[in-house]
């Protein structure tokens, strides 16, 4: 479609709806008039196809807000739709321009028209949509997503740390500026046009977008390539940053940190980074969530007669649990704020689980002490409840 159909073709009419249709109103005339038209439904009818290729092409414009209302403000500035390139000078409600000045961003009017008041405005208007605002502009791209890895101690993870990392990542060339030519000077390729992007027929009036395959997206071609970089302007870099762990990271987790991955091109946005945090195991501590847990032996006294036991906390001073009398072995009791540090500042807890020792090596007064316990509870039957719960099942 060129500028002239542009300004000219009635987009409402095709699709027979009001200038003033809202957004749902033009979109269920497009769908009505699609199914009515579609190439499916009218196989070797040319006028059909055509028809729907019309309706495709009005639907792209006023589908869009953006595109509608440009396309609304050019026909107004022609007279709503008015515009004919024709003789007949300044009268009779039509004009004698050149398409070439008035579409080039050249001059004023041909036949004595007073120039100067369309000189270059017309290729803004119509920039949006024919993505060349008065001239050929290459697009930003955006950098690649890098991943690495780290390893952290246990006590790193629950904490947070910040860890040097070395990158290797795609950067602007340094000997060319990241231009991919020697001497800095590429030039706009002609395939894209300079967007990096292509268009190829996807049927039924529709298109698609690829990558332009002579300049591999870039937009541009070395006609002398870098001899570093050869030609695609990007190189192998080497960086080492200073990358912020999170405190409460677990094993396996892939922590995205924004912009600090590949830098972008042509003022595009940077890619992210990716980490993937491995966490060593504690010979003492284990993790459940933000919770830190240990496993803290207690001496039969301690746990049928209660007492205080020290308990060691990580990276802190111990803290006393008071056991209470008959405490079962397997028991787990909870230590408040001494845990993983959360993102909001506050800590986990501690869940401290009692595991009763058993002594293996019992000395002469301990032994006879034991005896007299067991003859003192003989009468006893632990697993009585148990035998007459499996009966009852």
């Known amino acids: 479609m060129n500028t002239k159909d542009f300004v000219e073709k009635d987009y409402y009419k095709v699709l027979g709806v009001p200038?003033?249709?809202?957004?749902?109103?033009?979109?269920?005339?497009?769908?009505?008039?699609?199914?009515?038209?579609?190439?499916?439904?009218?196989?070797?009818?040319?006028?059909?196809?055509?028809r729907f290729k019309e309706i495709s092409e009005a639907n792209d414009i006023l589908g869009d807000p953006k595109r509608r209302k440009e396309y609304d403000e050019a026909r107004a500035l022609f007279g709503n739709g008015g515009f004919r390139a024709?003789?007949?000078?300044?009268?009779?409600?039509?004009?004698?321009?050149?398409?070439?000045?008035?579409?080039g961003g050249g001059g004023g009017a041909q036949g004595g028209t007073a120039g100067g008041g369309f000189g270059g405005g017309l290729g803004d208007v119509f920039g949006g949509l024919f993505n060349r605002g008065g001239g050929t502009r290459t697009q930003p791209r955006r950098g690649q997503d890098v991943e690495s890895e780290v390893t952290l101690s246990f006590t790193e993870a629950a904490d947070g740390a910040t860890v040097p990392l070395r990158m290797s990542s795609q950067a602007p060339c340094k000997t060319c500026s990241g231009t991919g030519d020697k001497n800095g000077t590429p030039r706009v390729c002609p395939t894209c046009v300079g967007t990096g992007q292509v268009s190829r027929g996807g049927g039924g009036g529709f298109s698609l977008t690829d990558p332009c395959v002579d300049c591999k997206g870039r937009g541009l071609i070395a006609e002398n390539p870098c001899d570093v970089c050869k030609g695609s302007g990007r190189a192998t870099s080497s960086r080492t940053m200073q990358v912020r762990i999170p405190a409460g990271v677990s094993d396996g987790q892939r922590i995205r940190l924004r912009g600090k991955g590949t830098p972008g091109e042509r003022g595009g946005p940077n890619g992210d980074l990716y980490v993937v945090v491995h966490v060593e195991a504690h010979p003492v501590f284990g993790r459940k969530g933000d919770n830190l847990t240990v496993t803290v032996p207690v001496t039969f006294p301690e746990a049928?007669?209660?007492?205080?036991?020290?308990?060691?906390?990580?990276?802190?001073?111990?803290?006393?649990?008071?056991?209470?009398?008959?405490?079962?072995?397997?028991?787990?009791?909870?230590?408040r704020g001494k845990g993983a540090s959360r993102k909001d500042g506050t800590r986990g807890d501690l869940l401290v689980t009692v595991e009763v020792?058993?002594?293996?090596?019992?000395?002469?007064?301990?032994?006879?002490?034991?005896?007299?316990?067991?003859?003192?509870?003989?009468?006893?039957?632990?697993?009585?409840?148990?035998?007459q719960a499996a009966k009852g099942a």
């Open 86 to 103: 024709g003789p007949g000078g300044a009268g009779g409600g039509s004009f004698n321009f050149d398409l070439g000045d008035l579409f």
């Open 304 to 335: 049928a007669l209660g007492g205080e036991v020290r308990v060691p906390t990580l990276g802190g001073p111990p803290v006393t649990l008071k056991l209470p009398a008959g405490t079962p072995n397997g028991r787990t009791m909870r230590v």
């Open 357 to 387: 020792s058993v002594p293996t090596d019992l000395g002469d007064t301990a032994r006879e002490s034991l005896e007299s316990y067991r003859e003192a509870t003989a009468g006893e039957d632990p697993r009585a409840e148990l035998f």
């Open 19 to 50: 200038k003033d249709a809202t957004e749902a109103e033009i979109k269920k005339a497009y769908r009505k008039l699609a199914r009515e038209f579609h190439p499916d439904a009218n196989k070797g009818d040319a006028k059909a196809e055509e």
